[in-house]
């Protein structure tokens, strides 16, 4: 047995020292972060980040494939590479189902969601539920809400993911490889990279989508072919399955029966097949249709042409990840069984770092041993770009939702300064949590890192779909109802989580005392209970209480959605006071800045010059471009089609691989 563990361990260092002992896989990282640093350096020069008016005007003119590059790229990160490959290494192609169900939900967005938010004239989801609703209650939940959802999924996992490519490269020890990655991508940050994300995104997609074609053809090559990869993969079996003189129970280390198959029994599946329709689209519902960072790209597009073409040049990208990154995570386990199969948890304490299993490091280590000198540099380098964009992005966002939105409801009188100081002081705040966290991420869901993090969507994703979900379609659903219904779901979920993780997730090599009725629903079906008890209690509640006048509904409901009637919004109060406000700053007197100040205002983007202000022509026209969802009838005719075709494929490939 001694034997086998050290035949186990031995790829390890050979894993540490291939990585980056050449001058090419070092050139080709340098020469790129020097472009990427390059970019964001332009990026400042060339952004216009002063007029209010350009800002708003560029923001209905983004044509279709930008619009669905950055729908992708936004879409998949470098979680996705670890988290799919690992998954599907572990359980076979089941995993790959949750992202063809985007192949459905990006045309419910295109079709449905977006010409509703055009018509409302909304920018942001909140402001959408601000004039639906009316009040402050459901924003600052929101708010909430999301960084729960951020520092839970986005930022650990990202963190977590980016770290074990370095581990894997460098064969250093995860929070040394943490460190690195922070450190980097401060840097990254204030060169520019968040300036640069917006040129950066659809050149890192065509790198990652070129690099990973290039390591898919490599892996397929080294298996012999499809049916020779099939039958290898029934195959890949450790070699050390023994602790001490005890077996470990075979449906710990064989590959699943089912592994070719996407919809699994509905009670014993890892994956059962109506939580996978049901479930997963309530949660497709929340990130695809009312996630900011995915229907911002949508609201910014020319016309809906041009933004339904974007969604399904999206969802015929949304077929790749299955063939580029969870079958060749399951060849990484037919090339490096021992390691990413791992099941005694000393070897795979020694192989990456935690006991529950290998299977995070099925895509870093095909692309570390099996890329040639050179593209493995450029996965390498491109991996961590994509992550670190993310990072920079999230980290804006949370800092932007706790200053705006909680911060500035407890100091009503903070200055631009403080704020500025509060945000930043909170971005160390949320990477400390997260770093924090990522224990919790090793080690949840059997060291998966997708199933990770589906399973915490599942706890708190429910409630804000079936609150979209209602107050589209459902004209009666009021601002209590839509409250209590987000309260009460998110403490349903929120018990579920902490309970889960107080007892520890359930392995093959270690059950759980966590009660039957809590952690043995699949969180998938948890998901589909969740929703139901929500659009239950949202119902209930706004039929025992006062409906929403029609007038203040125009264009913010489906039924509602033709309606031309002036609407008078719920927040009127709000808007004037925003306008009073705007109105004080334009007109007040230009201070005498410092040329040092000039130049560090301009380099972090906080430059006082006001746009010009534009008449009320310019406004009405603005306006009109900003809710106009109208359509040519050739462009219309020929976006439907091509979305029923979308729909027939997602069909026959659900079908065929079912």
């Not at 690099?211 to 080294?222: D, K, M, R, V």
């Not at 961590?384 to 800092?399: R, V």
């Not at 603005?622 to 359509?631: V, Y």
Request: glycine share 8%; net charge neutral; hydrophobic share 50%.
């Amino acid at each position: 047995m001694d034997t086998t563990a050290s035949t186990t361990t031995a790829p390890a260092p050979s894993g540490k020292s291939i990585a980056i002992n050449n001058a090419a896989d070092i050139s080709v990282i340098v020469v790129y972060f020097i472009v990427v640093l390059a970019v964001g350096l332009w990026a400042m020069f060339a952004t216009n980040r002063g007029t209010v008016g350009g800002f708003f005007l560029a923001g209905r003119s983004m044509v279709w494939w930008p619009i669905g590059a950055s729908l992708f790229a936004s879409n998949i990160g470098s979680g996705h590479f670890v988290g799919l490959a690992g998954t599907g290494a572990a359980a076979g192609i089941a995993i790959g189902g949750f992202e063809w169900n985007a192949l459905v939900m990006v045309v419910i967005l295109g079709w449905i969601f977006v010409p509703i938010y055009i018509k409302a004239g909304v920018v942001t989801m909140p402001e959408y539920l601000r004039k639906r609703f009316g009040g402050k209650r459901i924003q600052i939940y929101l708010s909430i809400l999301s960084l729960l959802l951020y520092i839970f999924t986005k930022i650990s996992a990202d963190i977590f993911s980016g770290a074990i490519f370095i581990q894997v490269a460098m064969g250093l020890n995860i929070y040394v490889a943490i460190i690195i990655l922070l450190t980097i991508t401060a840097l990254y940050t204030i060169t520019g990279g968040l300036a640069a994300v917006i040129y950066t995104d659809t050149l890192q997609t065509f790198i990652m989508l070129v690099g990973s074609i290039i390591l898919t053809a490599f892996a397929f090559n080294e298996v012999g072919g499809y049916d020779s990869f099939m039958k290898k993969y029934m195959e890949a079996i450790p070699s050390n399955i023994t602790i001490g003189n005890e077996s470990i129970n075979p449906k710990c280390y064989e590959p699943r029966a089912d592994s070719f198959h996407i919809f699994r029994n509905p009670i014993s599946g890892d994956m059962p097949w109506p939580g996978l329709i049901f479930g997963l689209s309530i949660l497709a519902l929340w990130y695809w249709c009312t996630d900011q960072v995915i229907v911002q790209r949508c609201l910014s597009g020319k016309n809906m042409s041009h933004v339904k073409a974007g969604c399904i040049m999206c969802g015929y990208l949304k077929l790749l990840p299955m063939f580029l990154m969870v079958m060749p995570g399951m060849i990484s386990r037919i090339l490096y069984t021992d390691k990413v199969a791992c099941v005694v948890p000393e070897v795979c304490k020694e192989v990456c770092d935690t006991e529950v299993g290998c299977s995070n490091i099925a895509y870093p280590t095909l692309v570390v041993q099996l890329m040639p000198n050179g593209l493995r540099g450029l996965m390498l380098s491109v991996m961590l770009a994509s992550l670190m964009s993310s990072l920079t992005s999230i980290f804006n966002s949370a800092s932007t939702l706790f200053t705006m939105d909680i911060y500035t409801k407890v100091r009503k009188q903070a200055s631009e300064r403080e704020l500025m100081i509060v945000g930043r002081l909170f971005i160390l705040v949320l990477i400390g949590i997260s770093i924090a966290w990522v224990p919790v991420v090793q080690s949840a869901q059997n060291g998966q890192l997708f199933d990770y993090i589906q399973s915490i969507t599942s706890y708190l994703g429910p409630p804000i779909s079936a609150v979209f979900f209602l107050a589209i379609f459902c004209k009666r659903v009021n601002e209590q109802g839509a409250f209590w219904g987000l309260v009460i779901g998110l403490l349903i979920g929120l018990s579920r989580m902490i309970t889960e993780f107080a007892y520890g997730t359930s392995s093959c090599m270690k059950s759980s005392n966590c009660p039957d009725i809590i952690c043995k629903v699949h969180y998938l079906y948890f998901a589909i209970i969740l929703f139901a008890i929500c659009i239950v209690i949202i119902l209930t509640v706004s039929f025992l209480t006062k409906p929403i006048d029609e007038v203040h509904l125009y264009r913010l409901c489906w039924t509602l959605r033709n309606r031309t009637e002036e609407r008078i919004d719920l927040d009127t109060d709000d808007t004037i006071k925003l306008e009073e406000t705007d109105l004080g700053d334009e007109t007040a007197p230009d201070k005498e800045v410092s040329c040092f100040r000039r130049a560090f205002n301009w380099f972090c983007g906080l430059d006082d010059q006001k746009g010009p202000k534009l008449s009320k022509e310019e406004e009405a026209a603005l306006q009109m471009k900003l809710t106009d969802t109208t359509e040519s009838p050739f462009w219309k005719r020929v976006g439907n089609i091509n979305g029923i075709i979308l729909l027939s494929v997602a069909v026959f490939c659900h079908a065929y691989f079912a």
